[in-house]
């Protein structure tokens, strides 16, 4: 149980154009999901926690009008970059919990890379 | 100072042997402690989450020190497919995850 989908894995785009991710829980639902950025040999930074039916939370240095959240419904969240740069390119990985406590569960990752 | 302080490693540990990693954290309201693993370029993936009691999971062991805001994590009878980067997390403010930068465990044979 807990399963996360996140689509696409892989994902090449020319700089100035937007990509989606989507993030979904499969077997659960989800209010609150987390948005993640990783560069190379660097821990996670969360970006944002999207809440369902509301705006997301943005932590501090991630512009929200560049990276759109959307949580429509409880089961499907989606992460845009706009206007993507090359220096956009890392690894988006969003994460959700049924619990809300233990055992965060996360999608398999997107790798961007803007050229 | 970081939320979530780990030794970047690598250890490079032989097969068979036992290994250690330690963990250190600032935030004393912090409640959920997990240790994550993260193979190359992969998502990480829970290994176990850390009680005050300390818990095991087969050659894996957690422990929690809350009064020296540490955690530690054992791993016993070292193999192959152990080779990865342990993260350990804390929940911060607002339930969030706040995860330490890793340890590099390189198991050779």
């Known amino acids: 149980g807990a399963v996360v989908s996140q689509h696409p894995s892989r994902v090449i785009c020319k700089s100035g154009t937007s990509v989606k991710i989507e993030c979904r829980s499969l077997d659960f639902q989800a209010t609150t999901m987390f948005w993640y950025r990783q560069f190379p040999k660097q821990s996670l930074m969360l970006m944002a926690t999207s809440n369902e039916g509301s705006k997301a939370t943005y932590e501090q240095g991630v512009e929200k009008d560049k990276f759109l959240i959307n949580h429509a419904s409880l089961t499907l969240s989606t992460l845009t970059v706009t206007s993507a740069h090359p220096e956009d390119s890392s690894f988006y990985i969003c994460s959700a919990s049924p619990t809300g406590w233990y055992g965060y569960t996360f999608g398999s990752g997107t790798r961007l890379t803007v050229v | 100072r970081k939320e979530v302080e780990q030794d970047p490693g690598p250890f490079n540990v032989p097969e068979g042997a036992t290994v250690a990693f330690n963990c250190t954290y600032s935030n004393s309201a912090s409640q959920s402690f997990f240790w994550y693993r993260q193979d190359c370029r992969k998502e990480p993936k829970l290994l176990m989450s850390v009680y005050s009691s300390g818990n095991e999971d087969g050659r894996f062991t957690a422990q929690l020190n809350r009064a020296s805001q540490y955690i530690s994590l054992l791993i016993r009878d070292s193999k192959l497919s152990d080779s990865a980067t342990y993260l350990c997390?804390?929940?911060?403010?607002?339930?969030?995850?706040?995860f330490g930068a890793g340890t590099i465990l390189r198991v050779k044979s």
């Open positions: 997390v804390v929940n911060g403010d607002g339930n969030k995850l706040v």
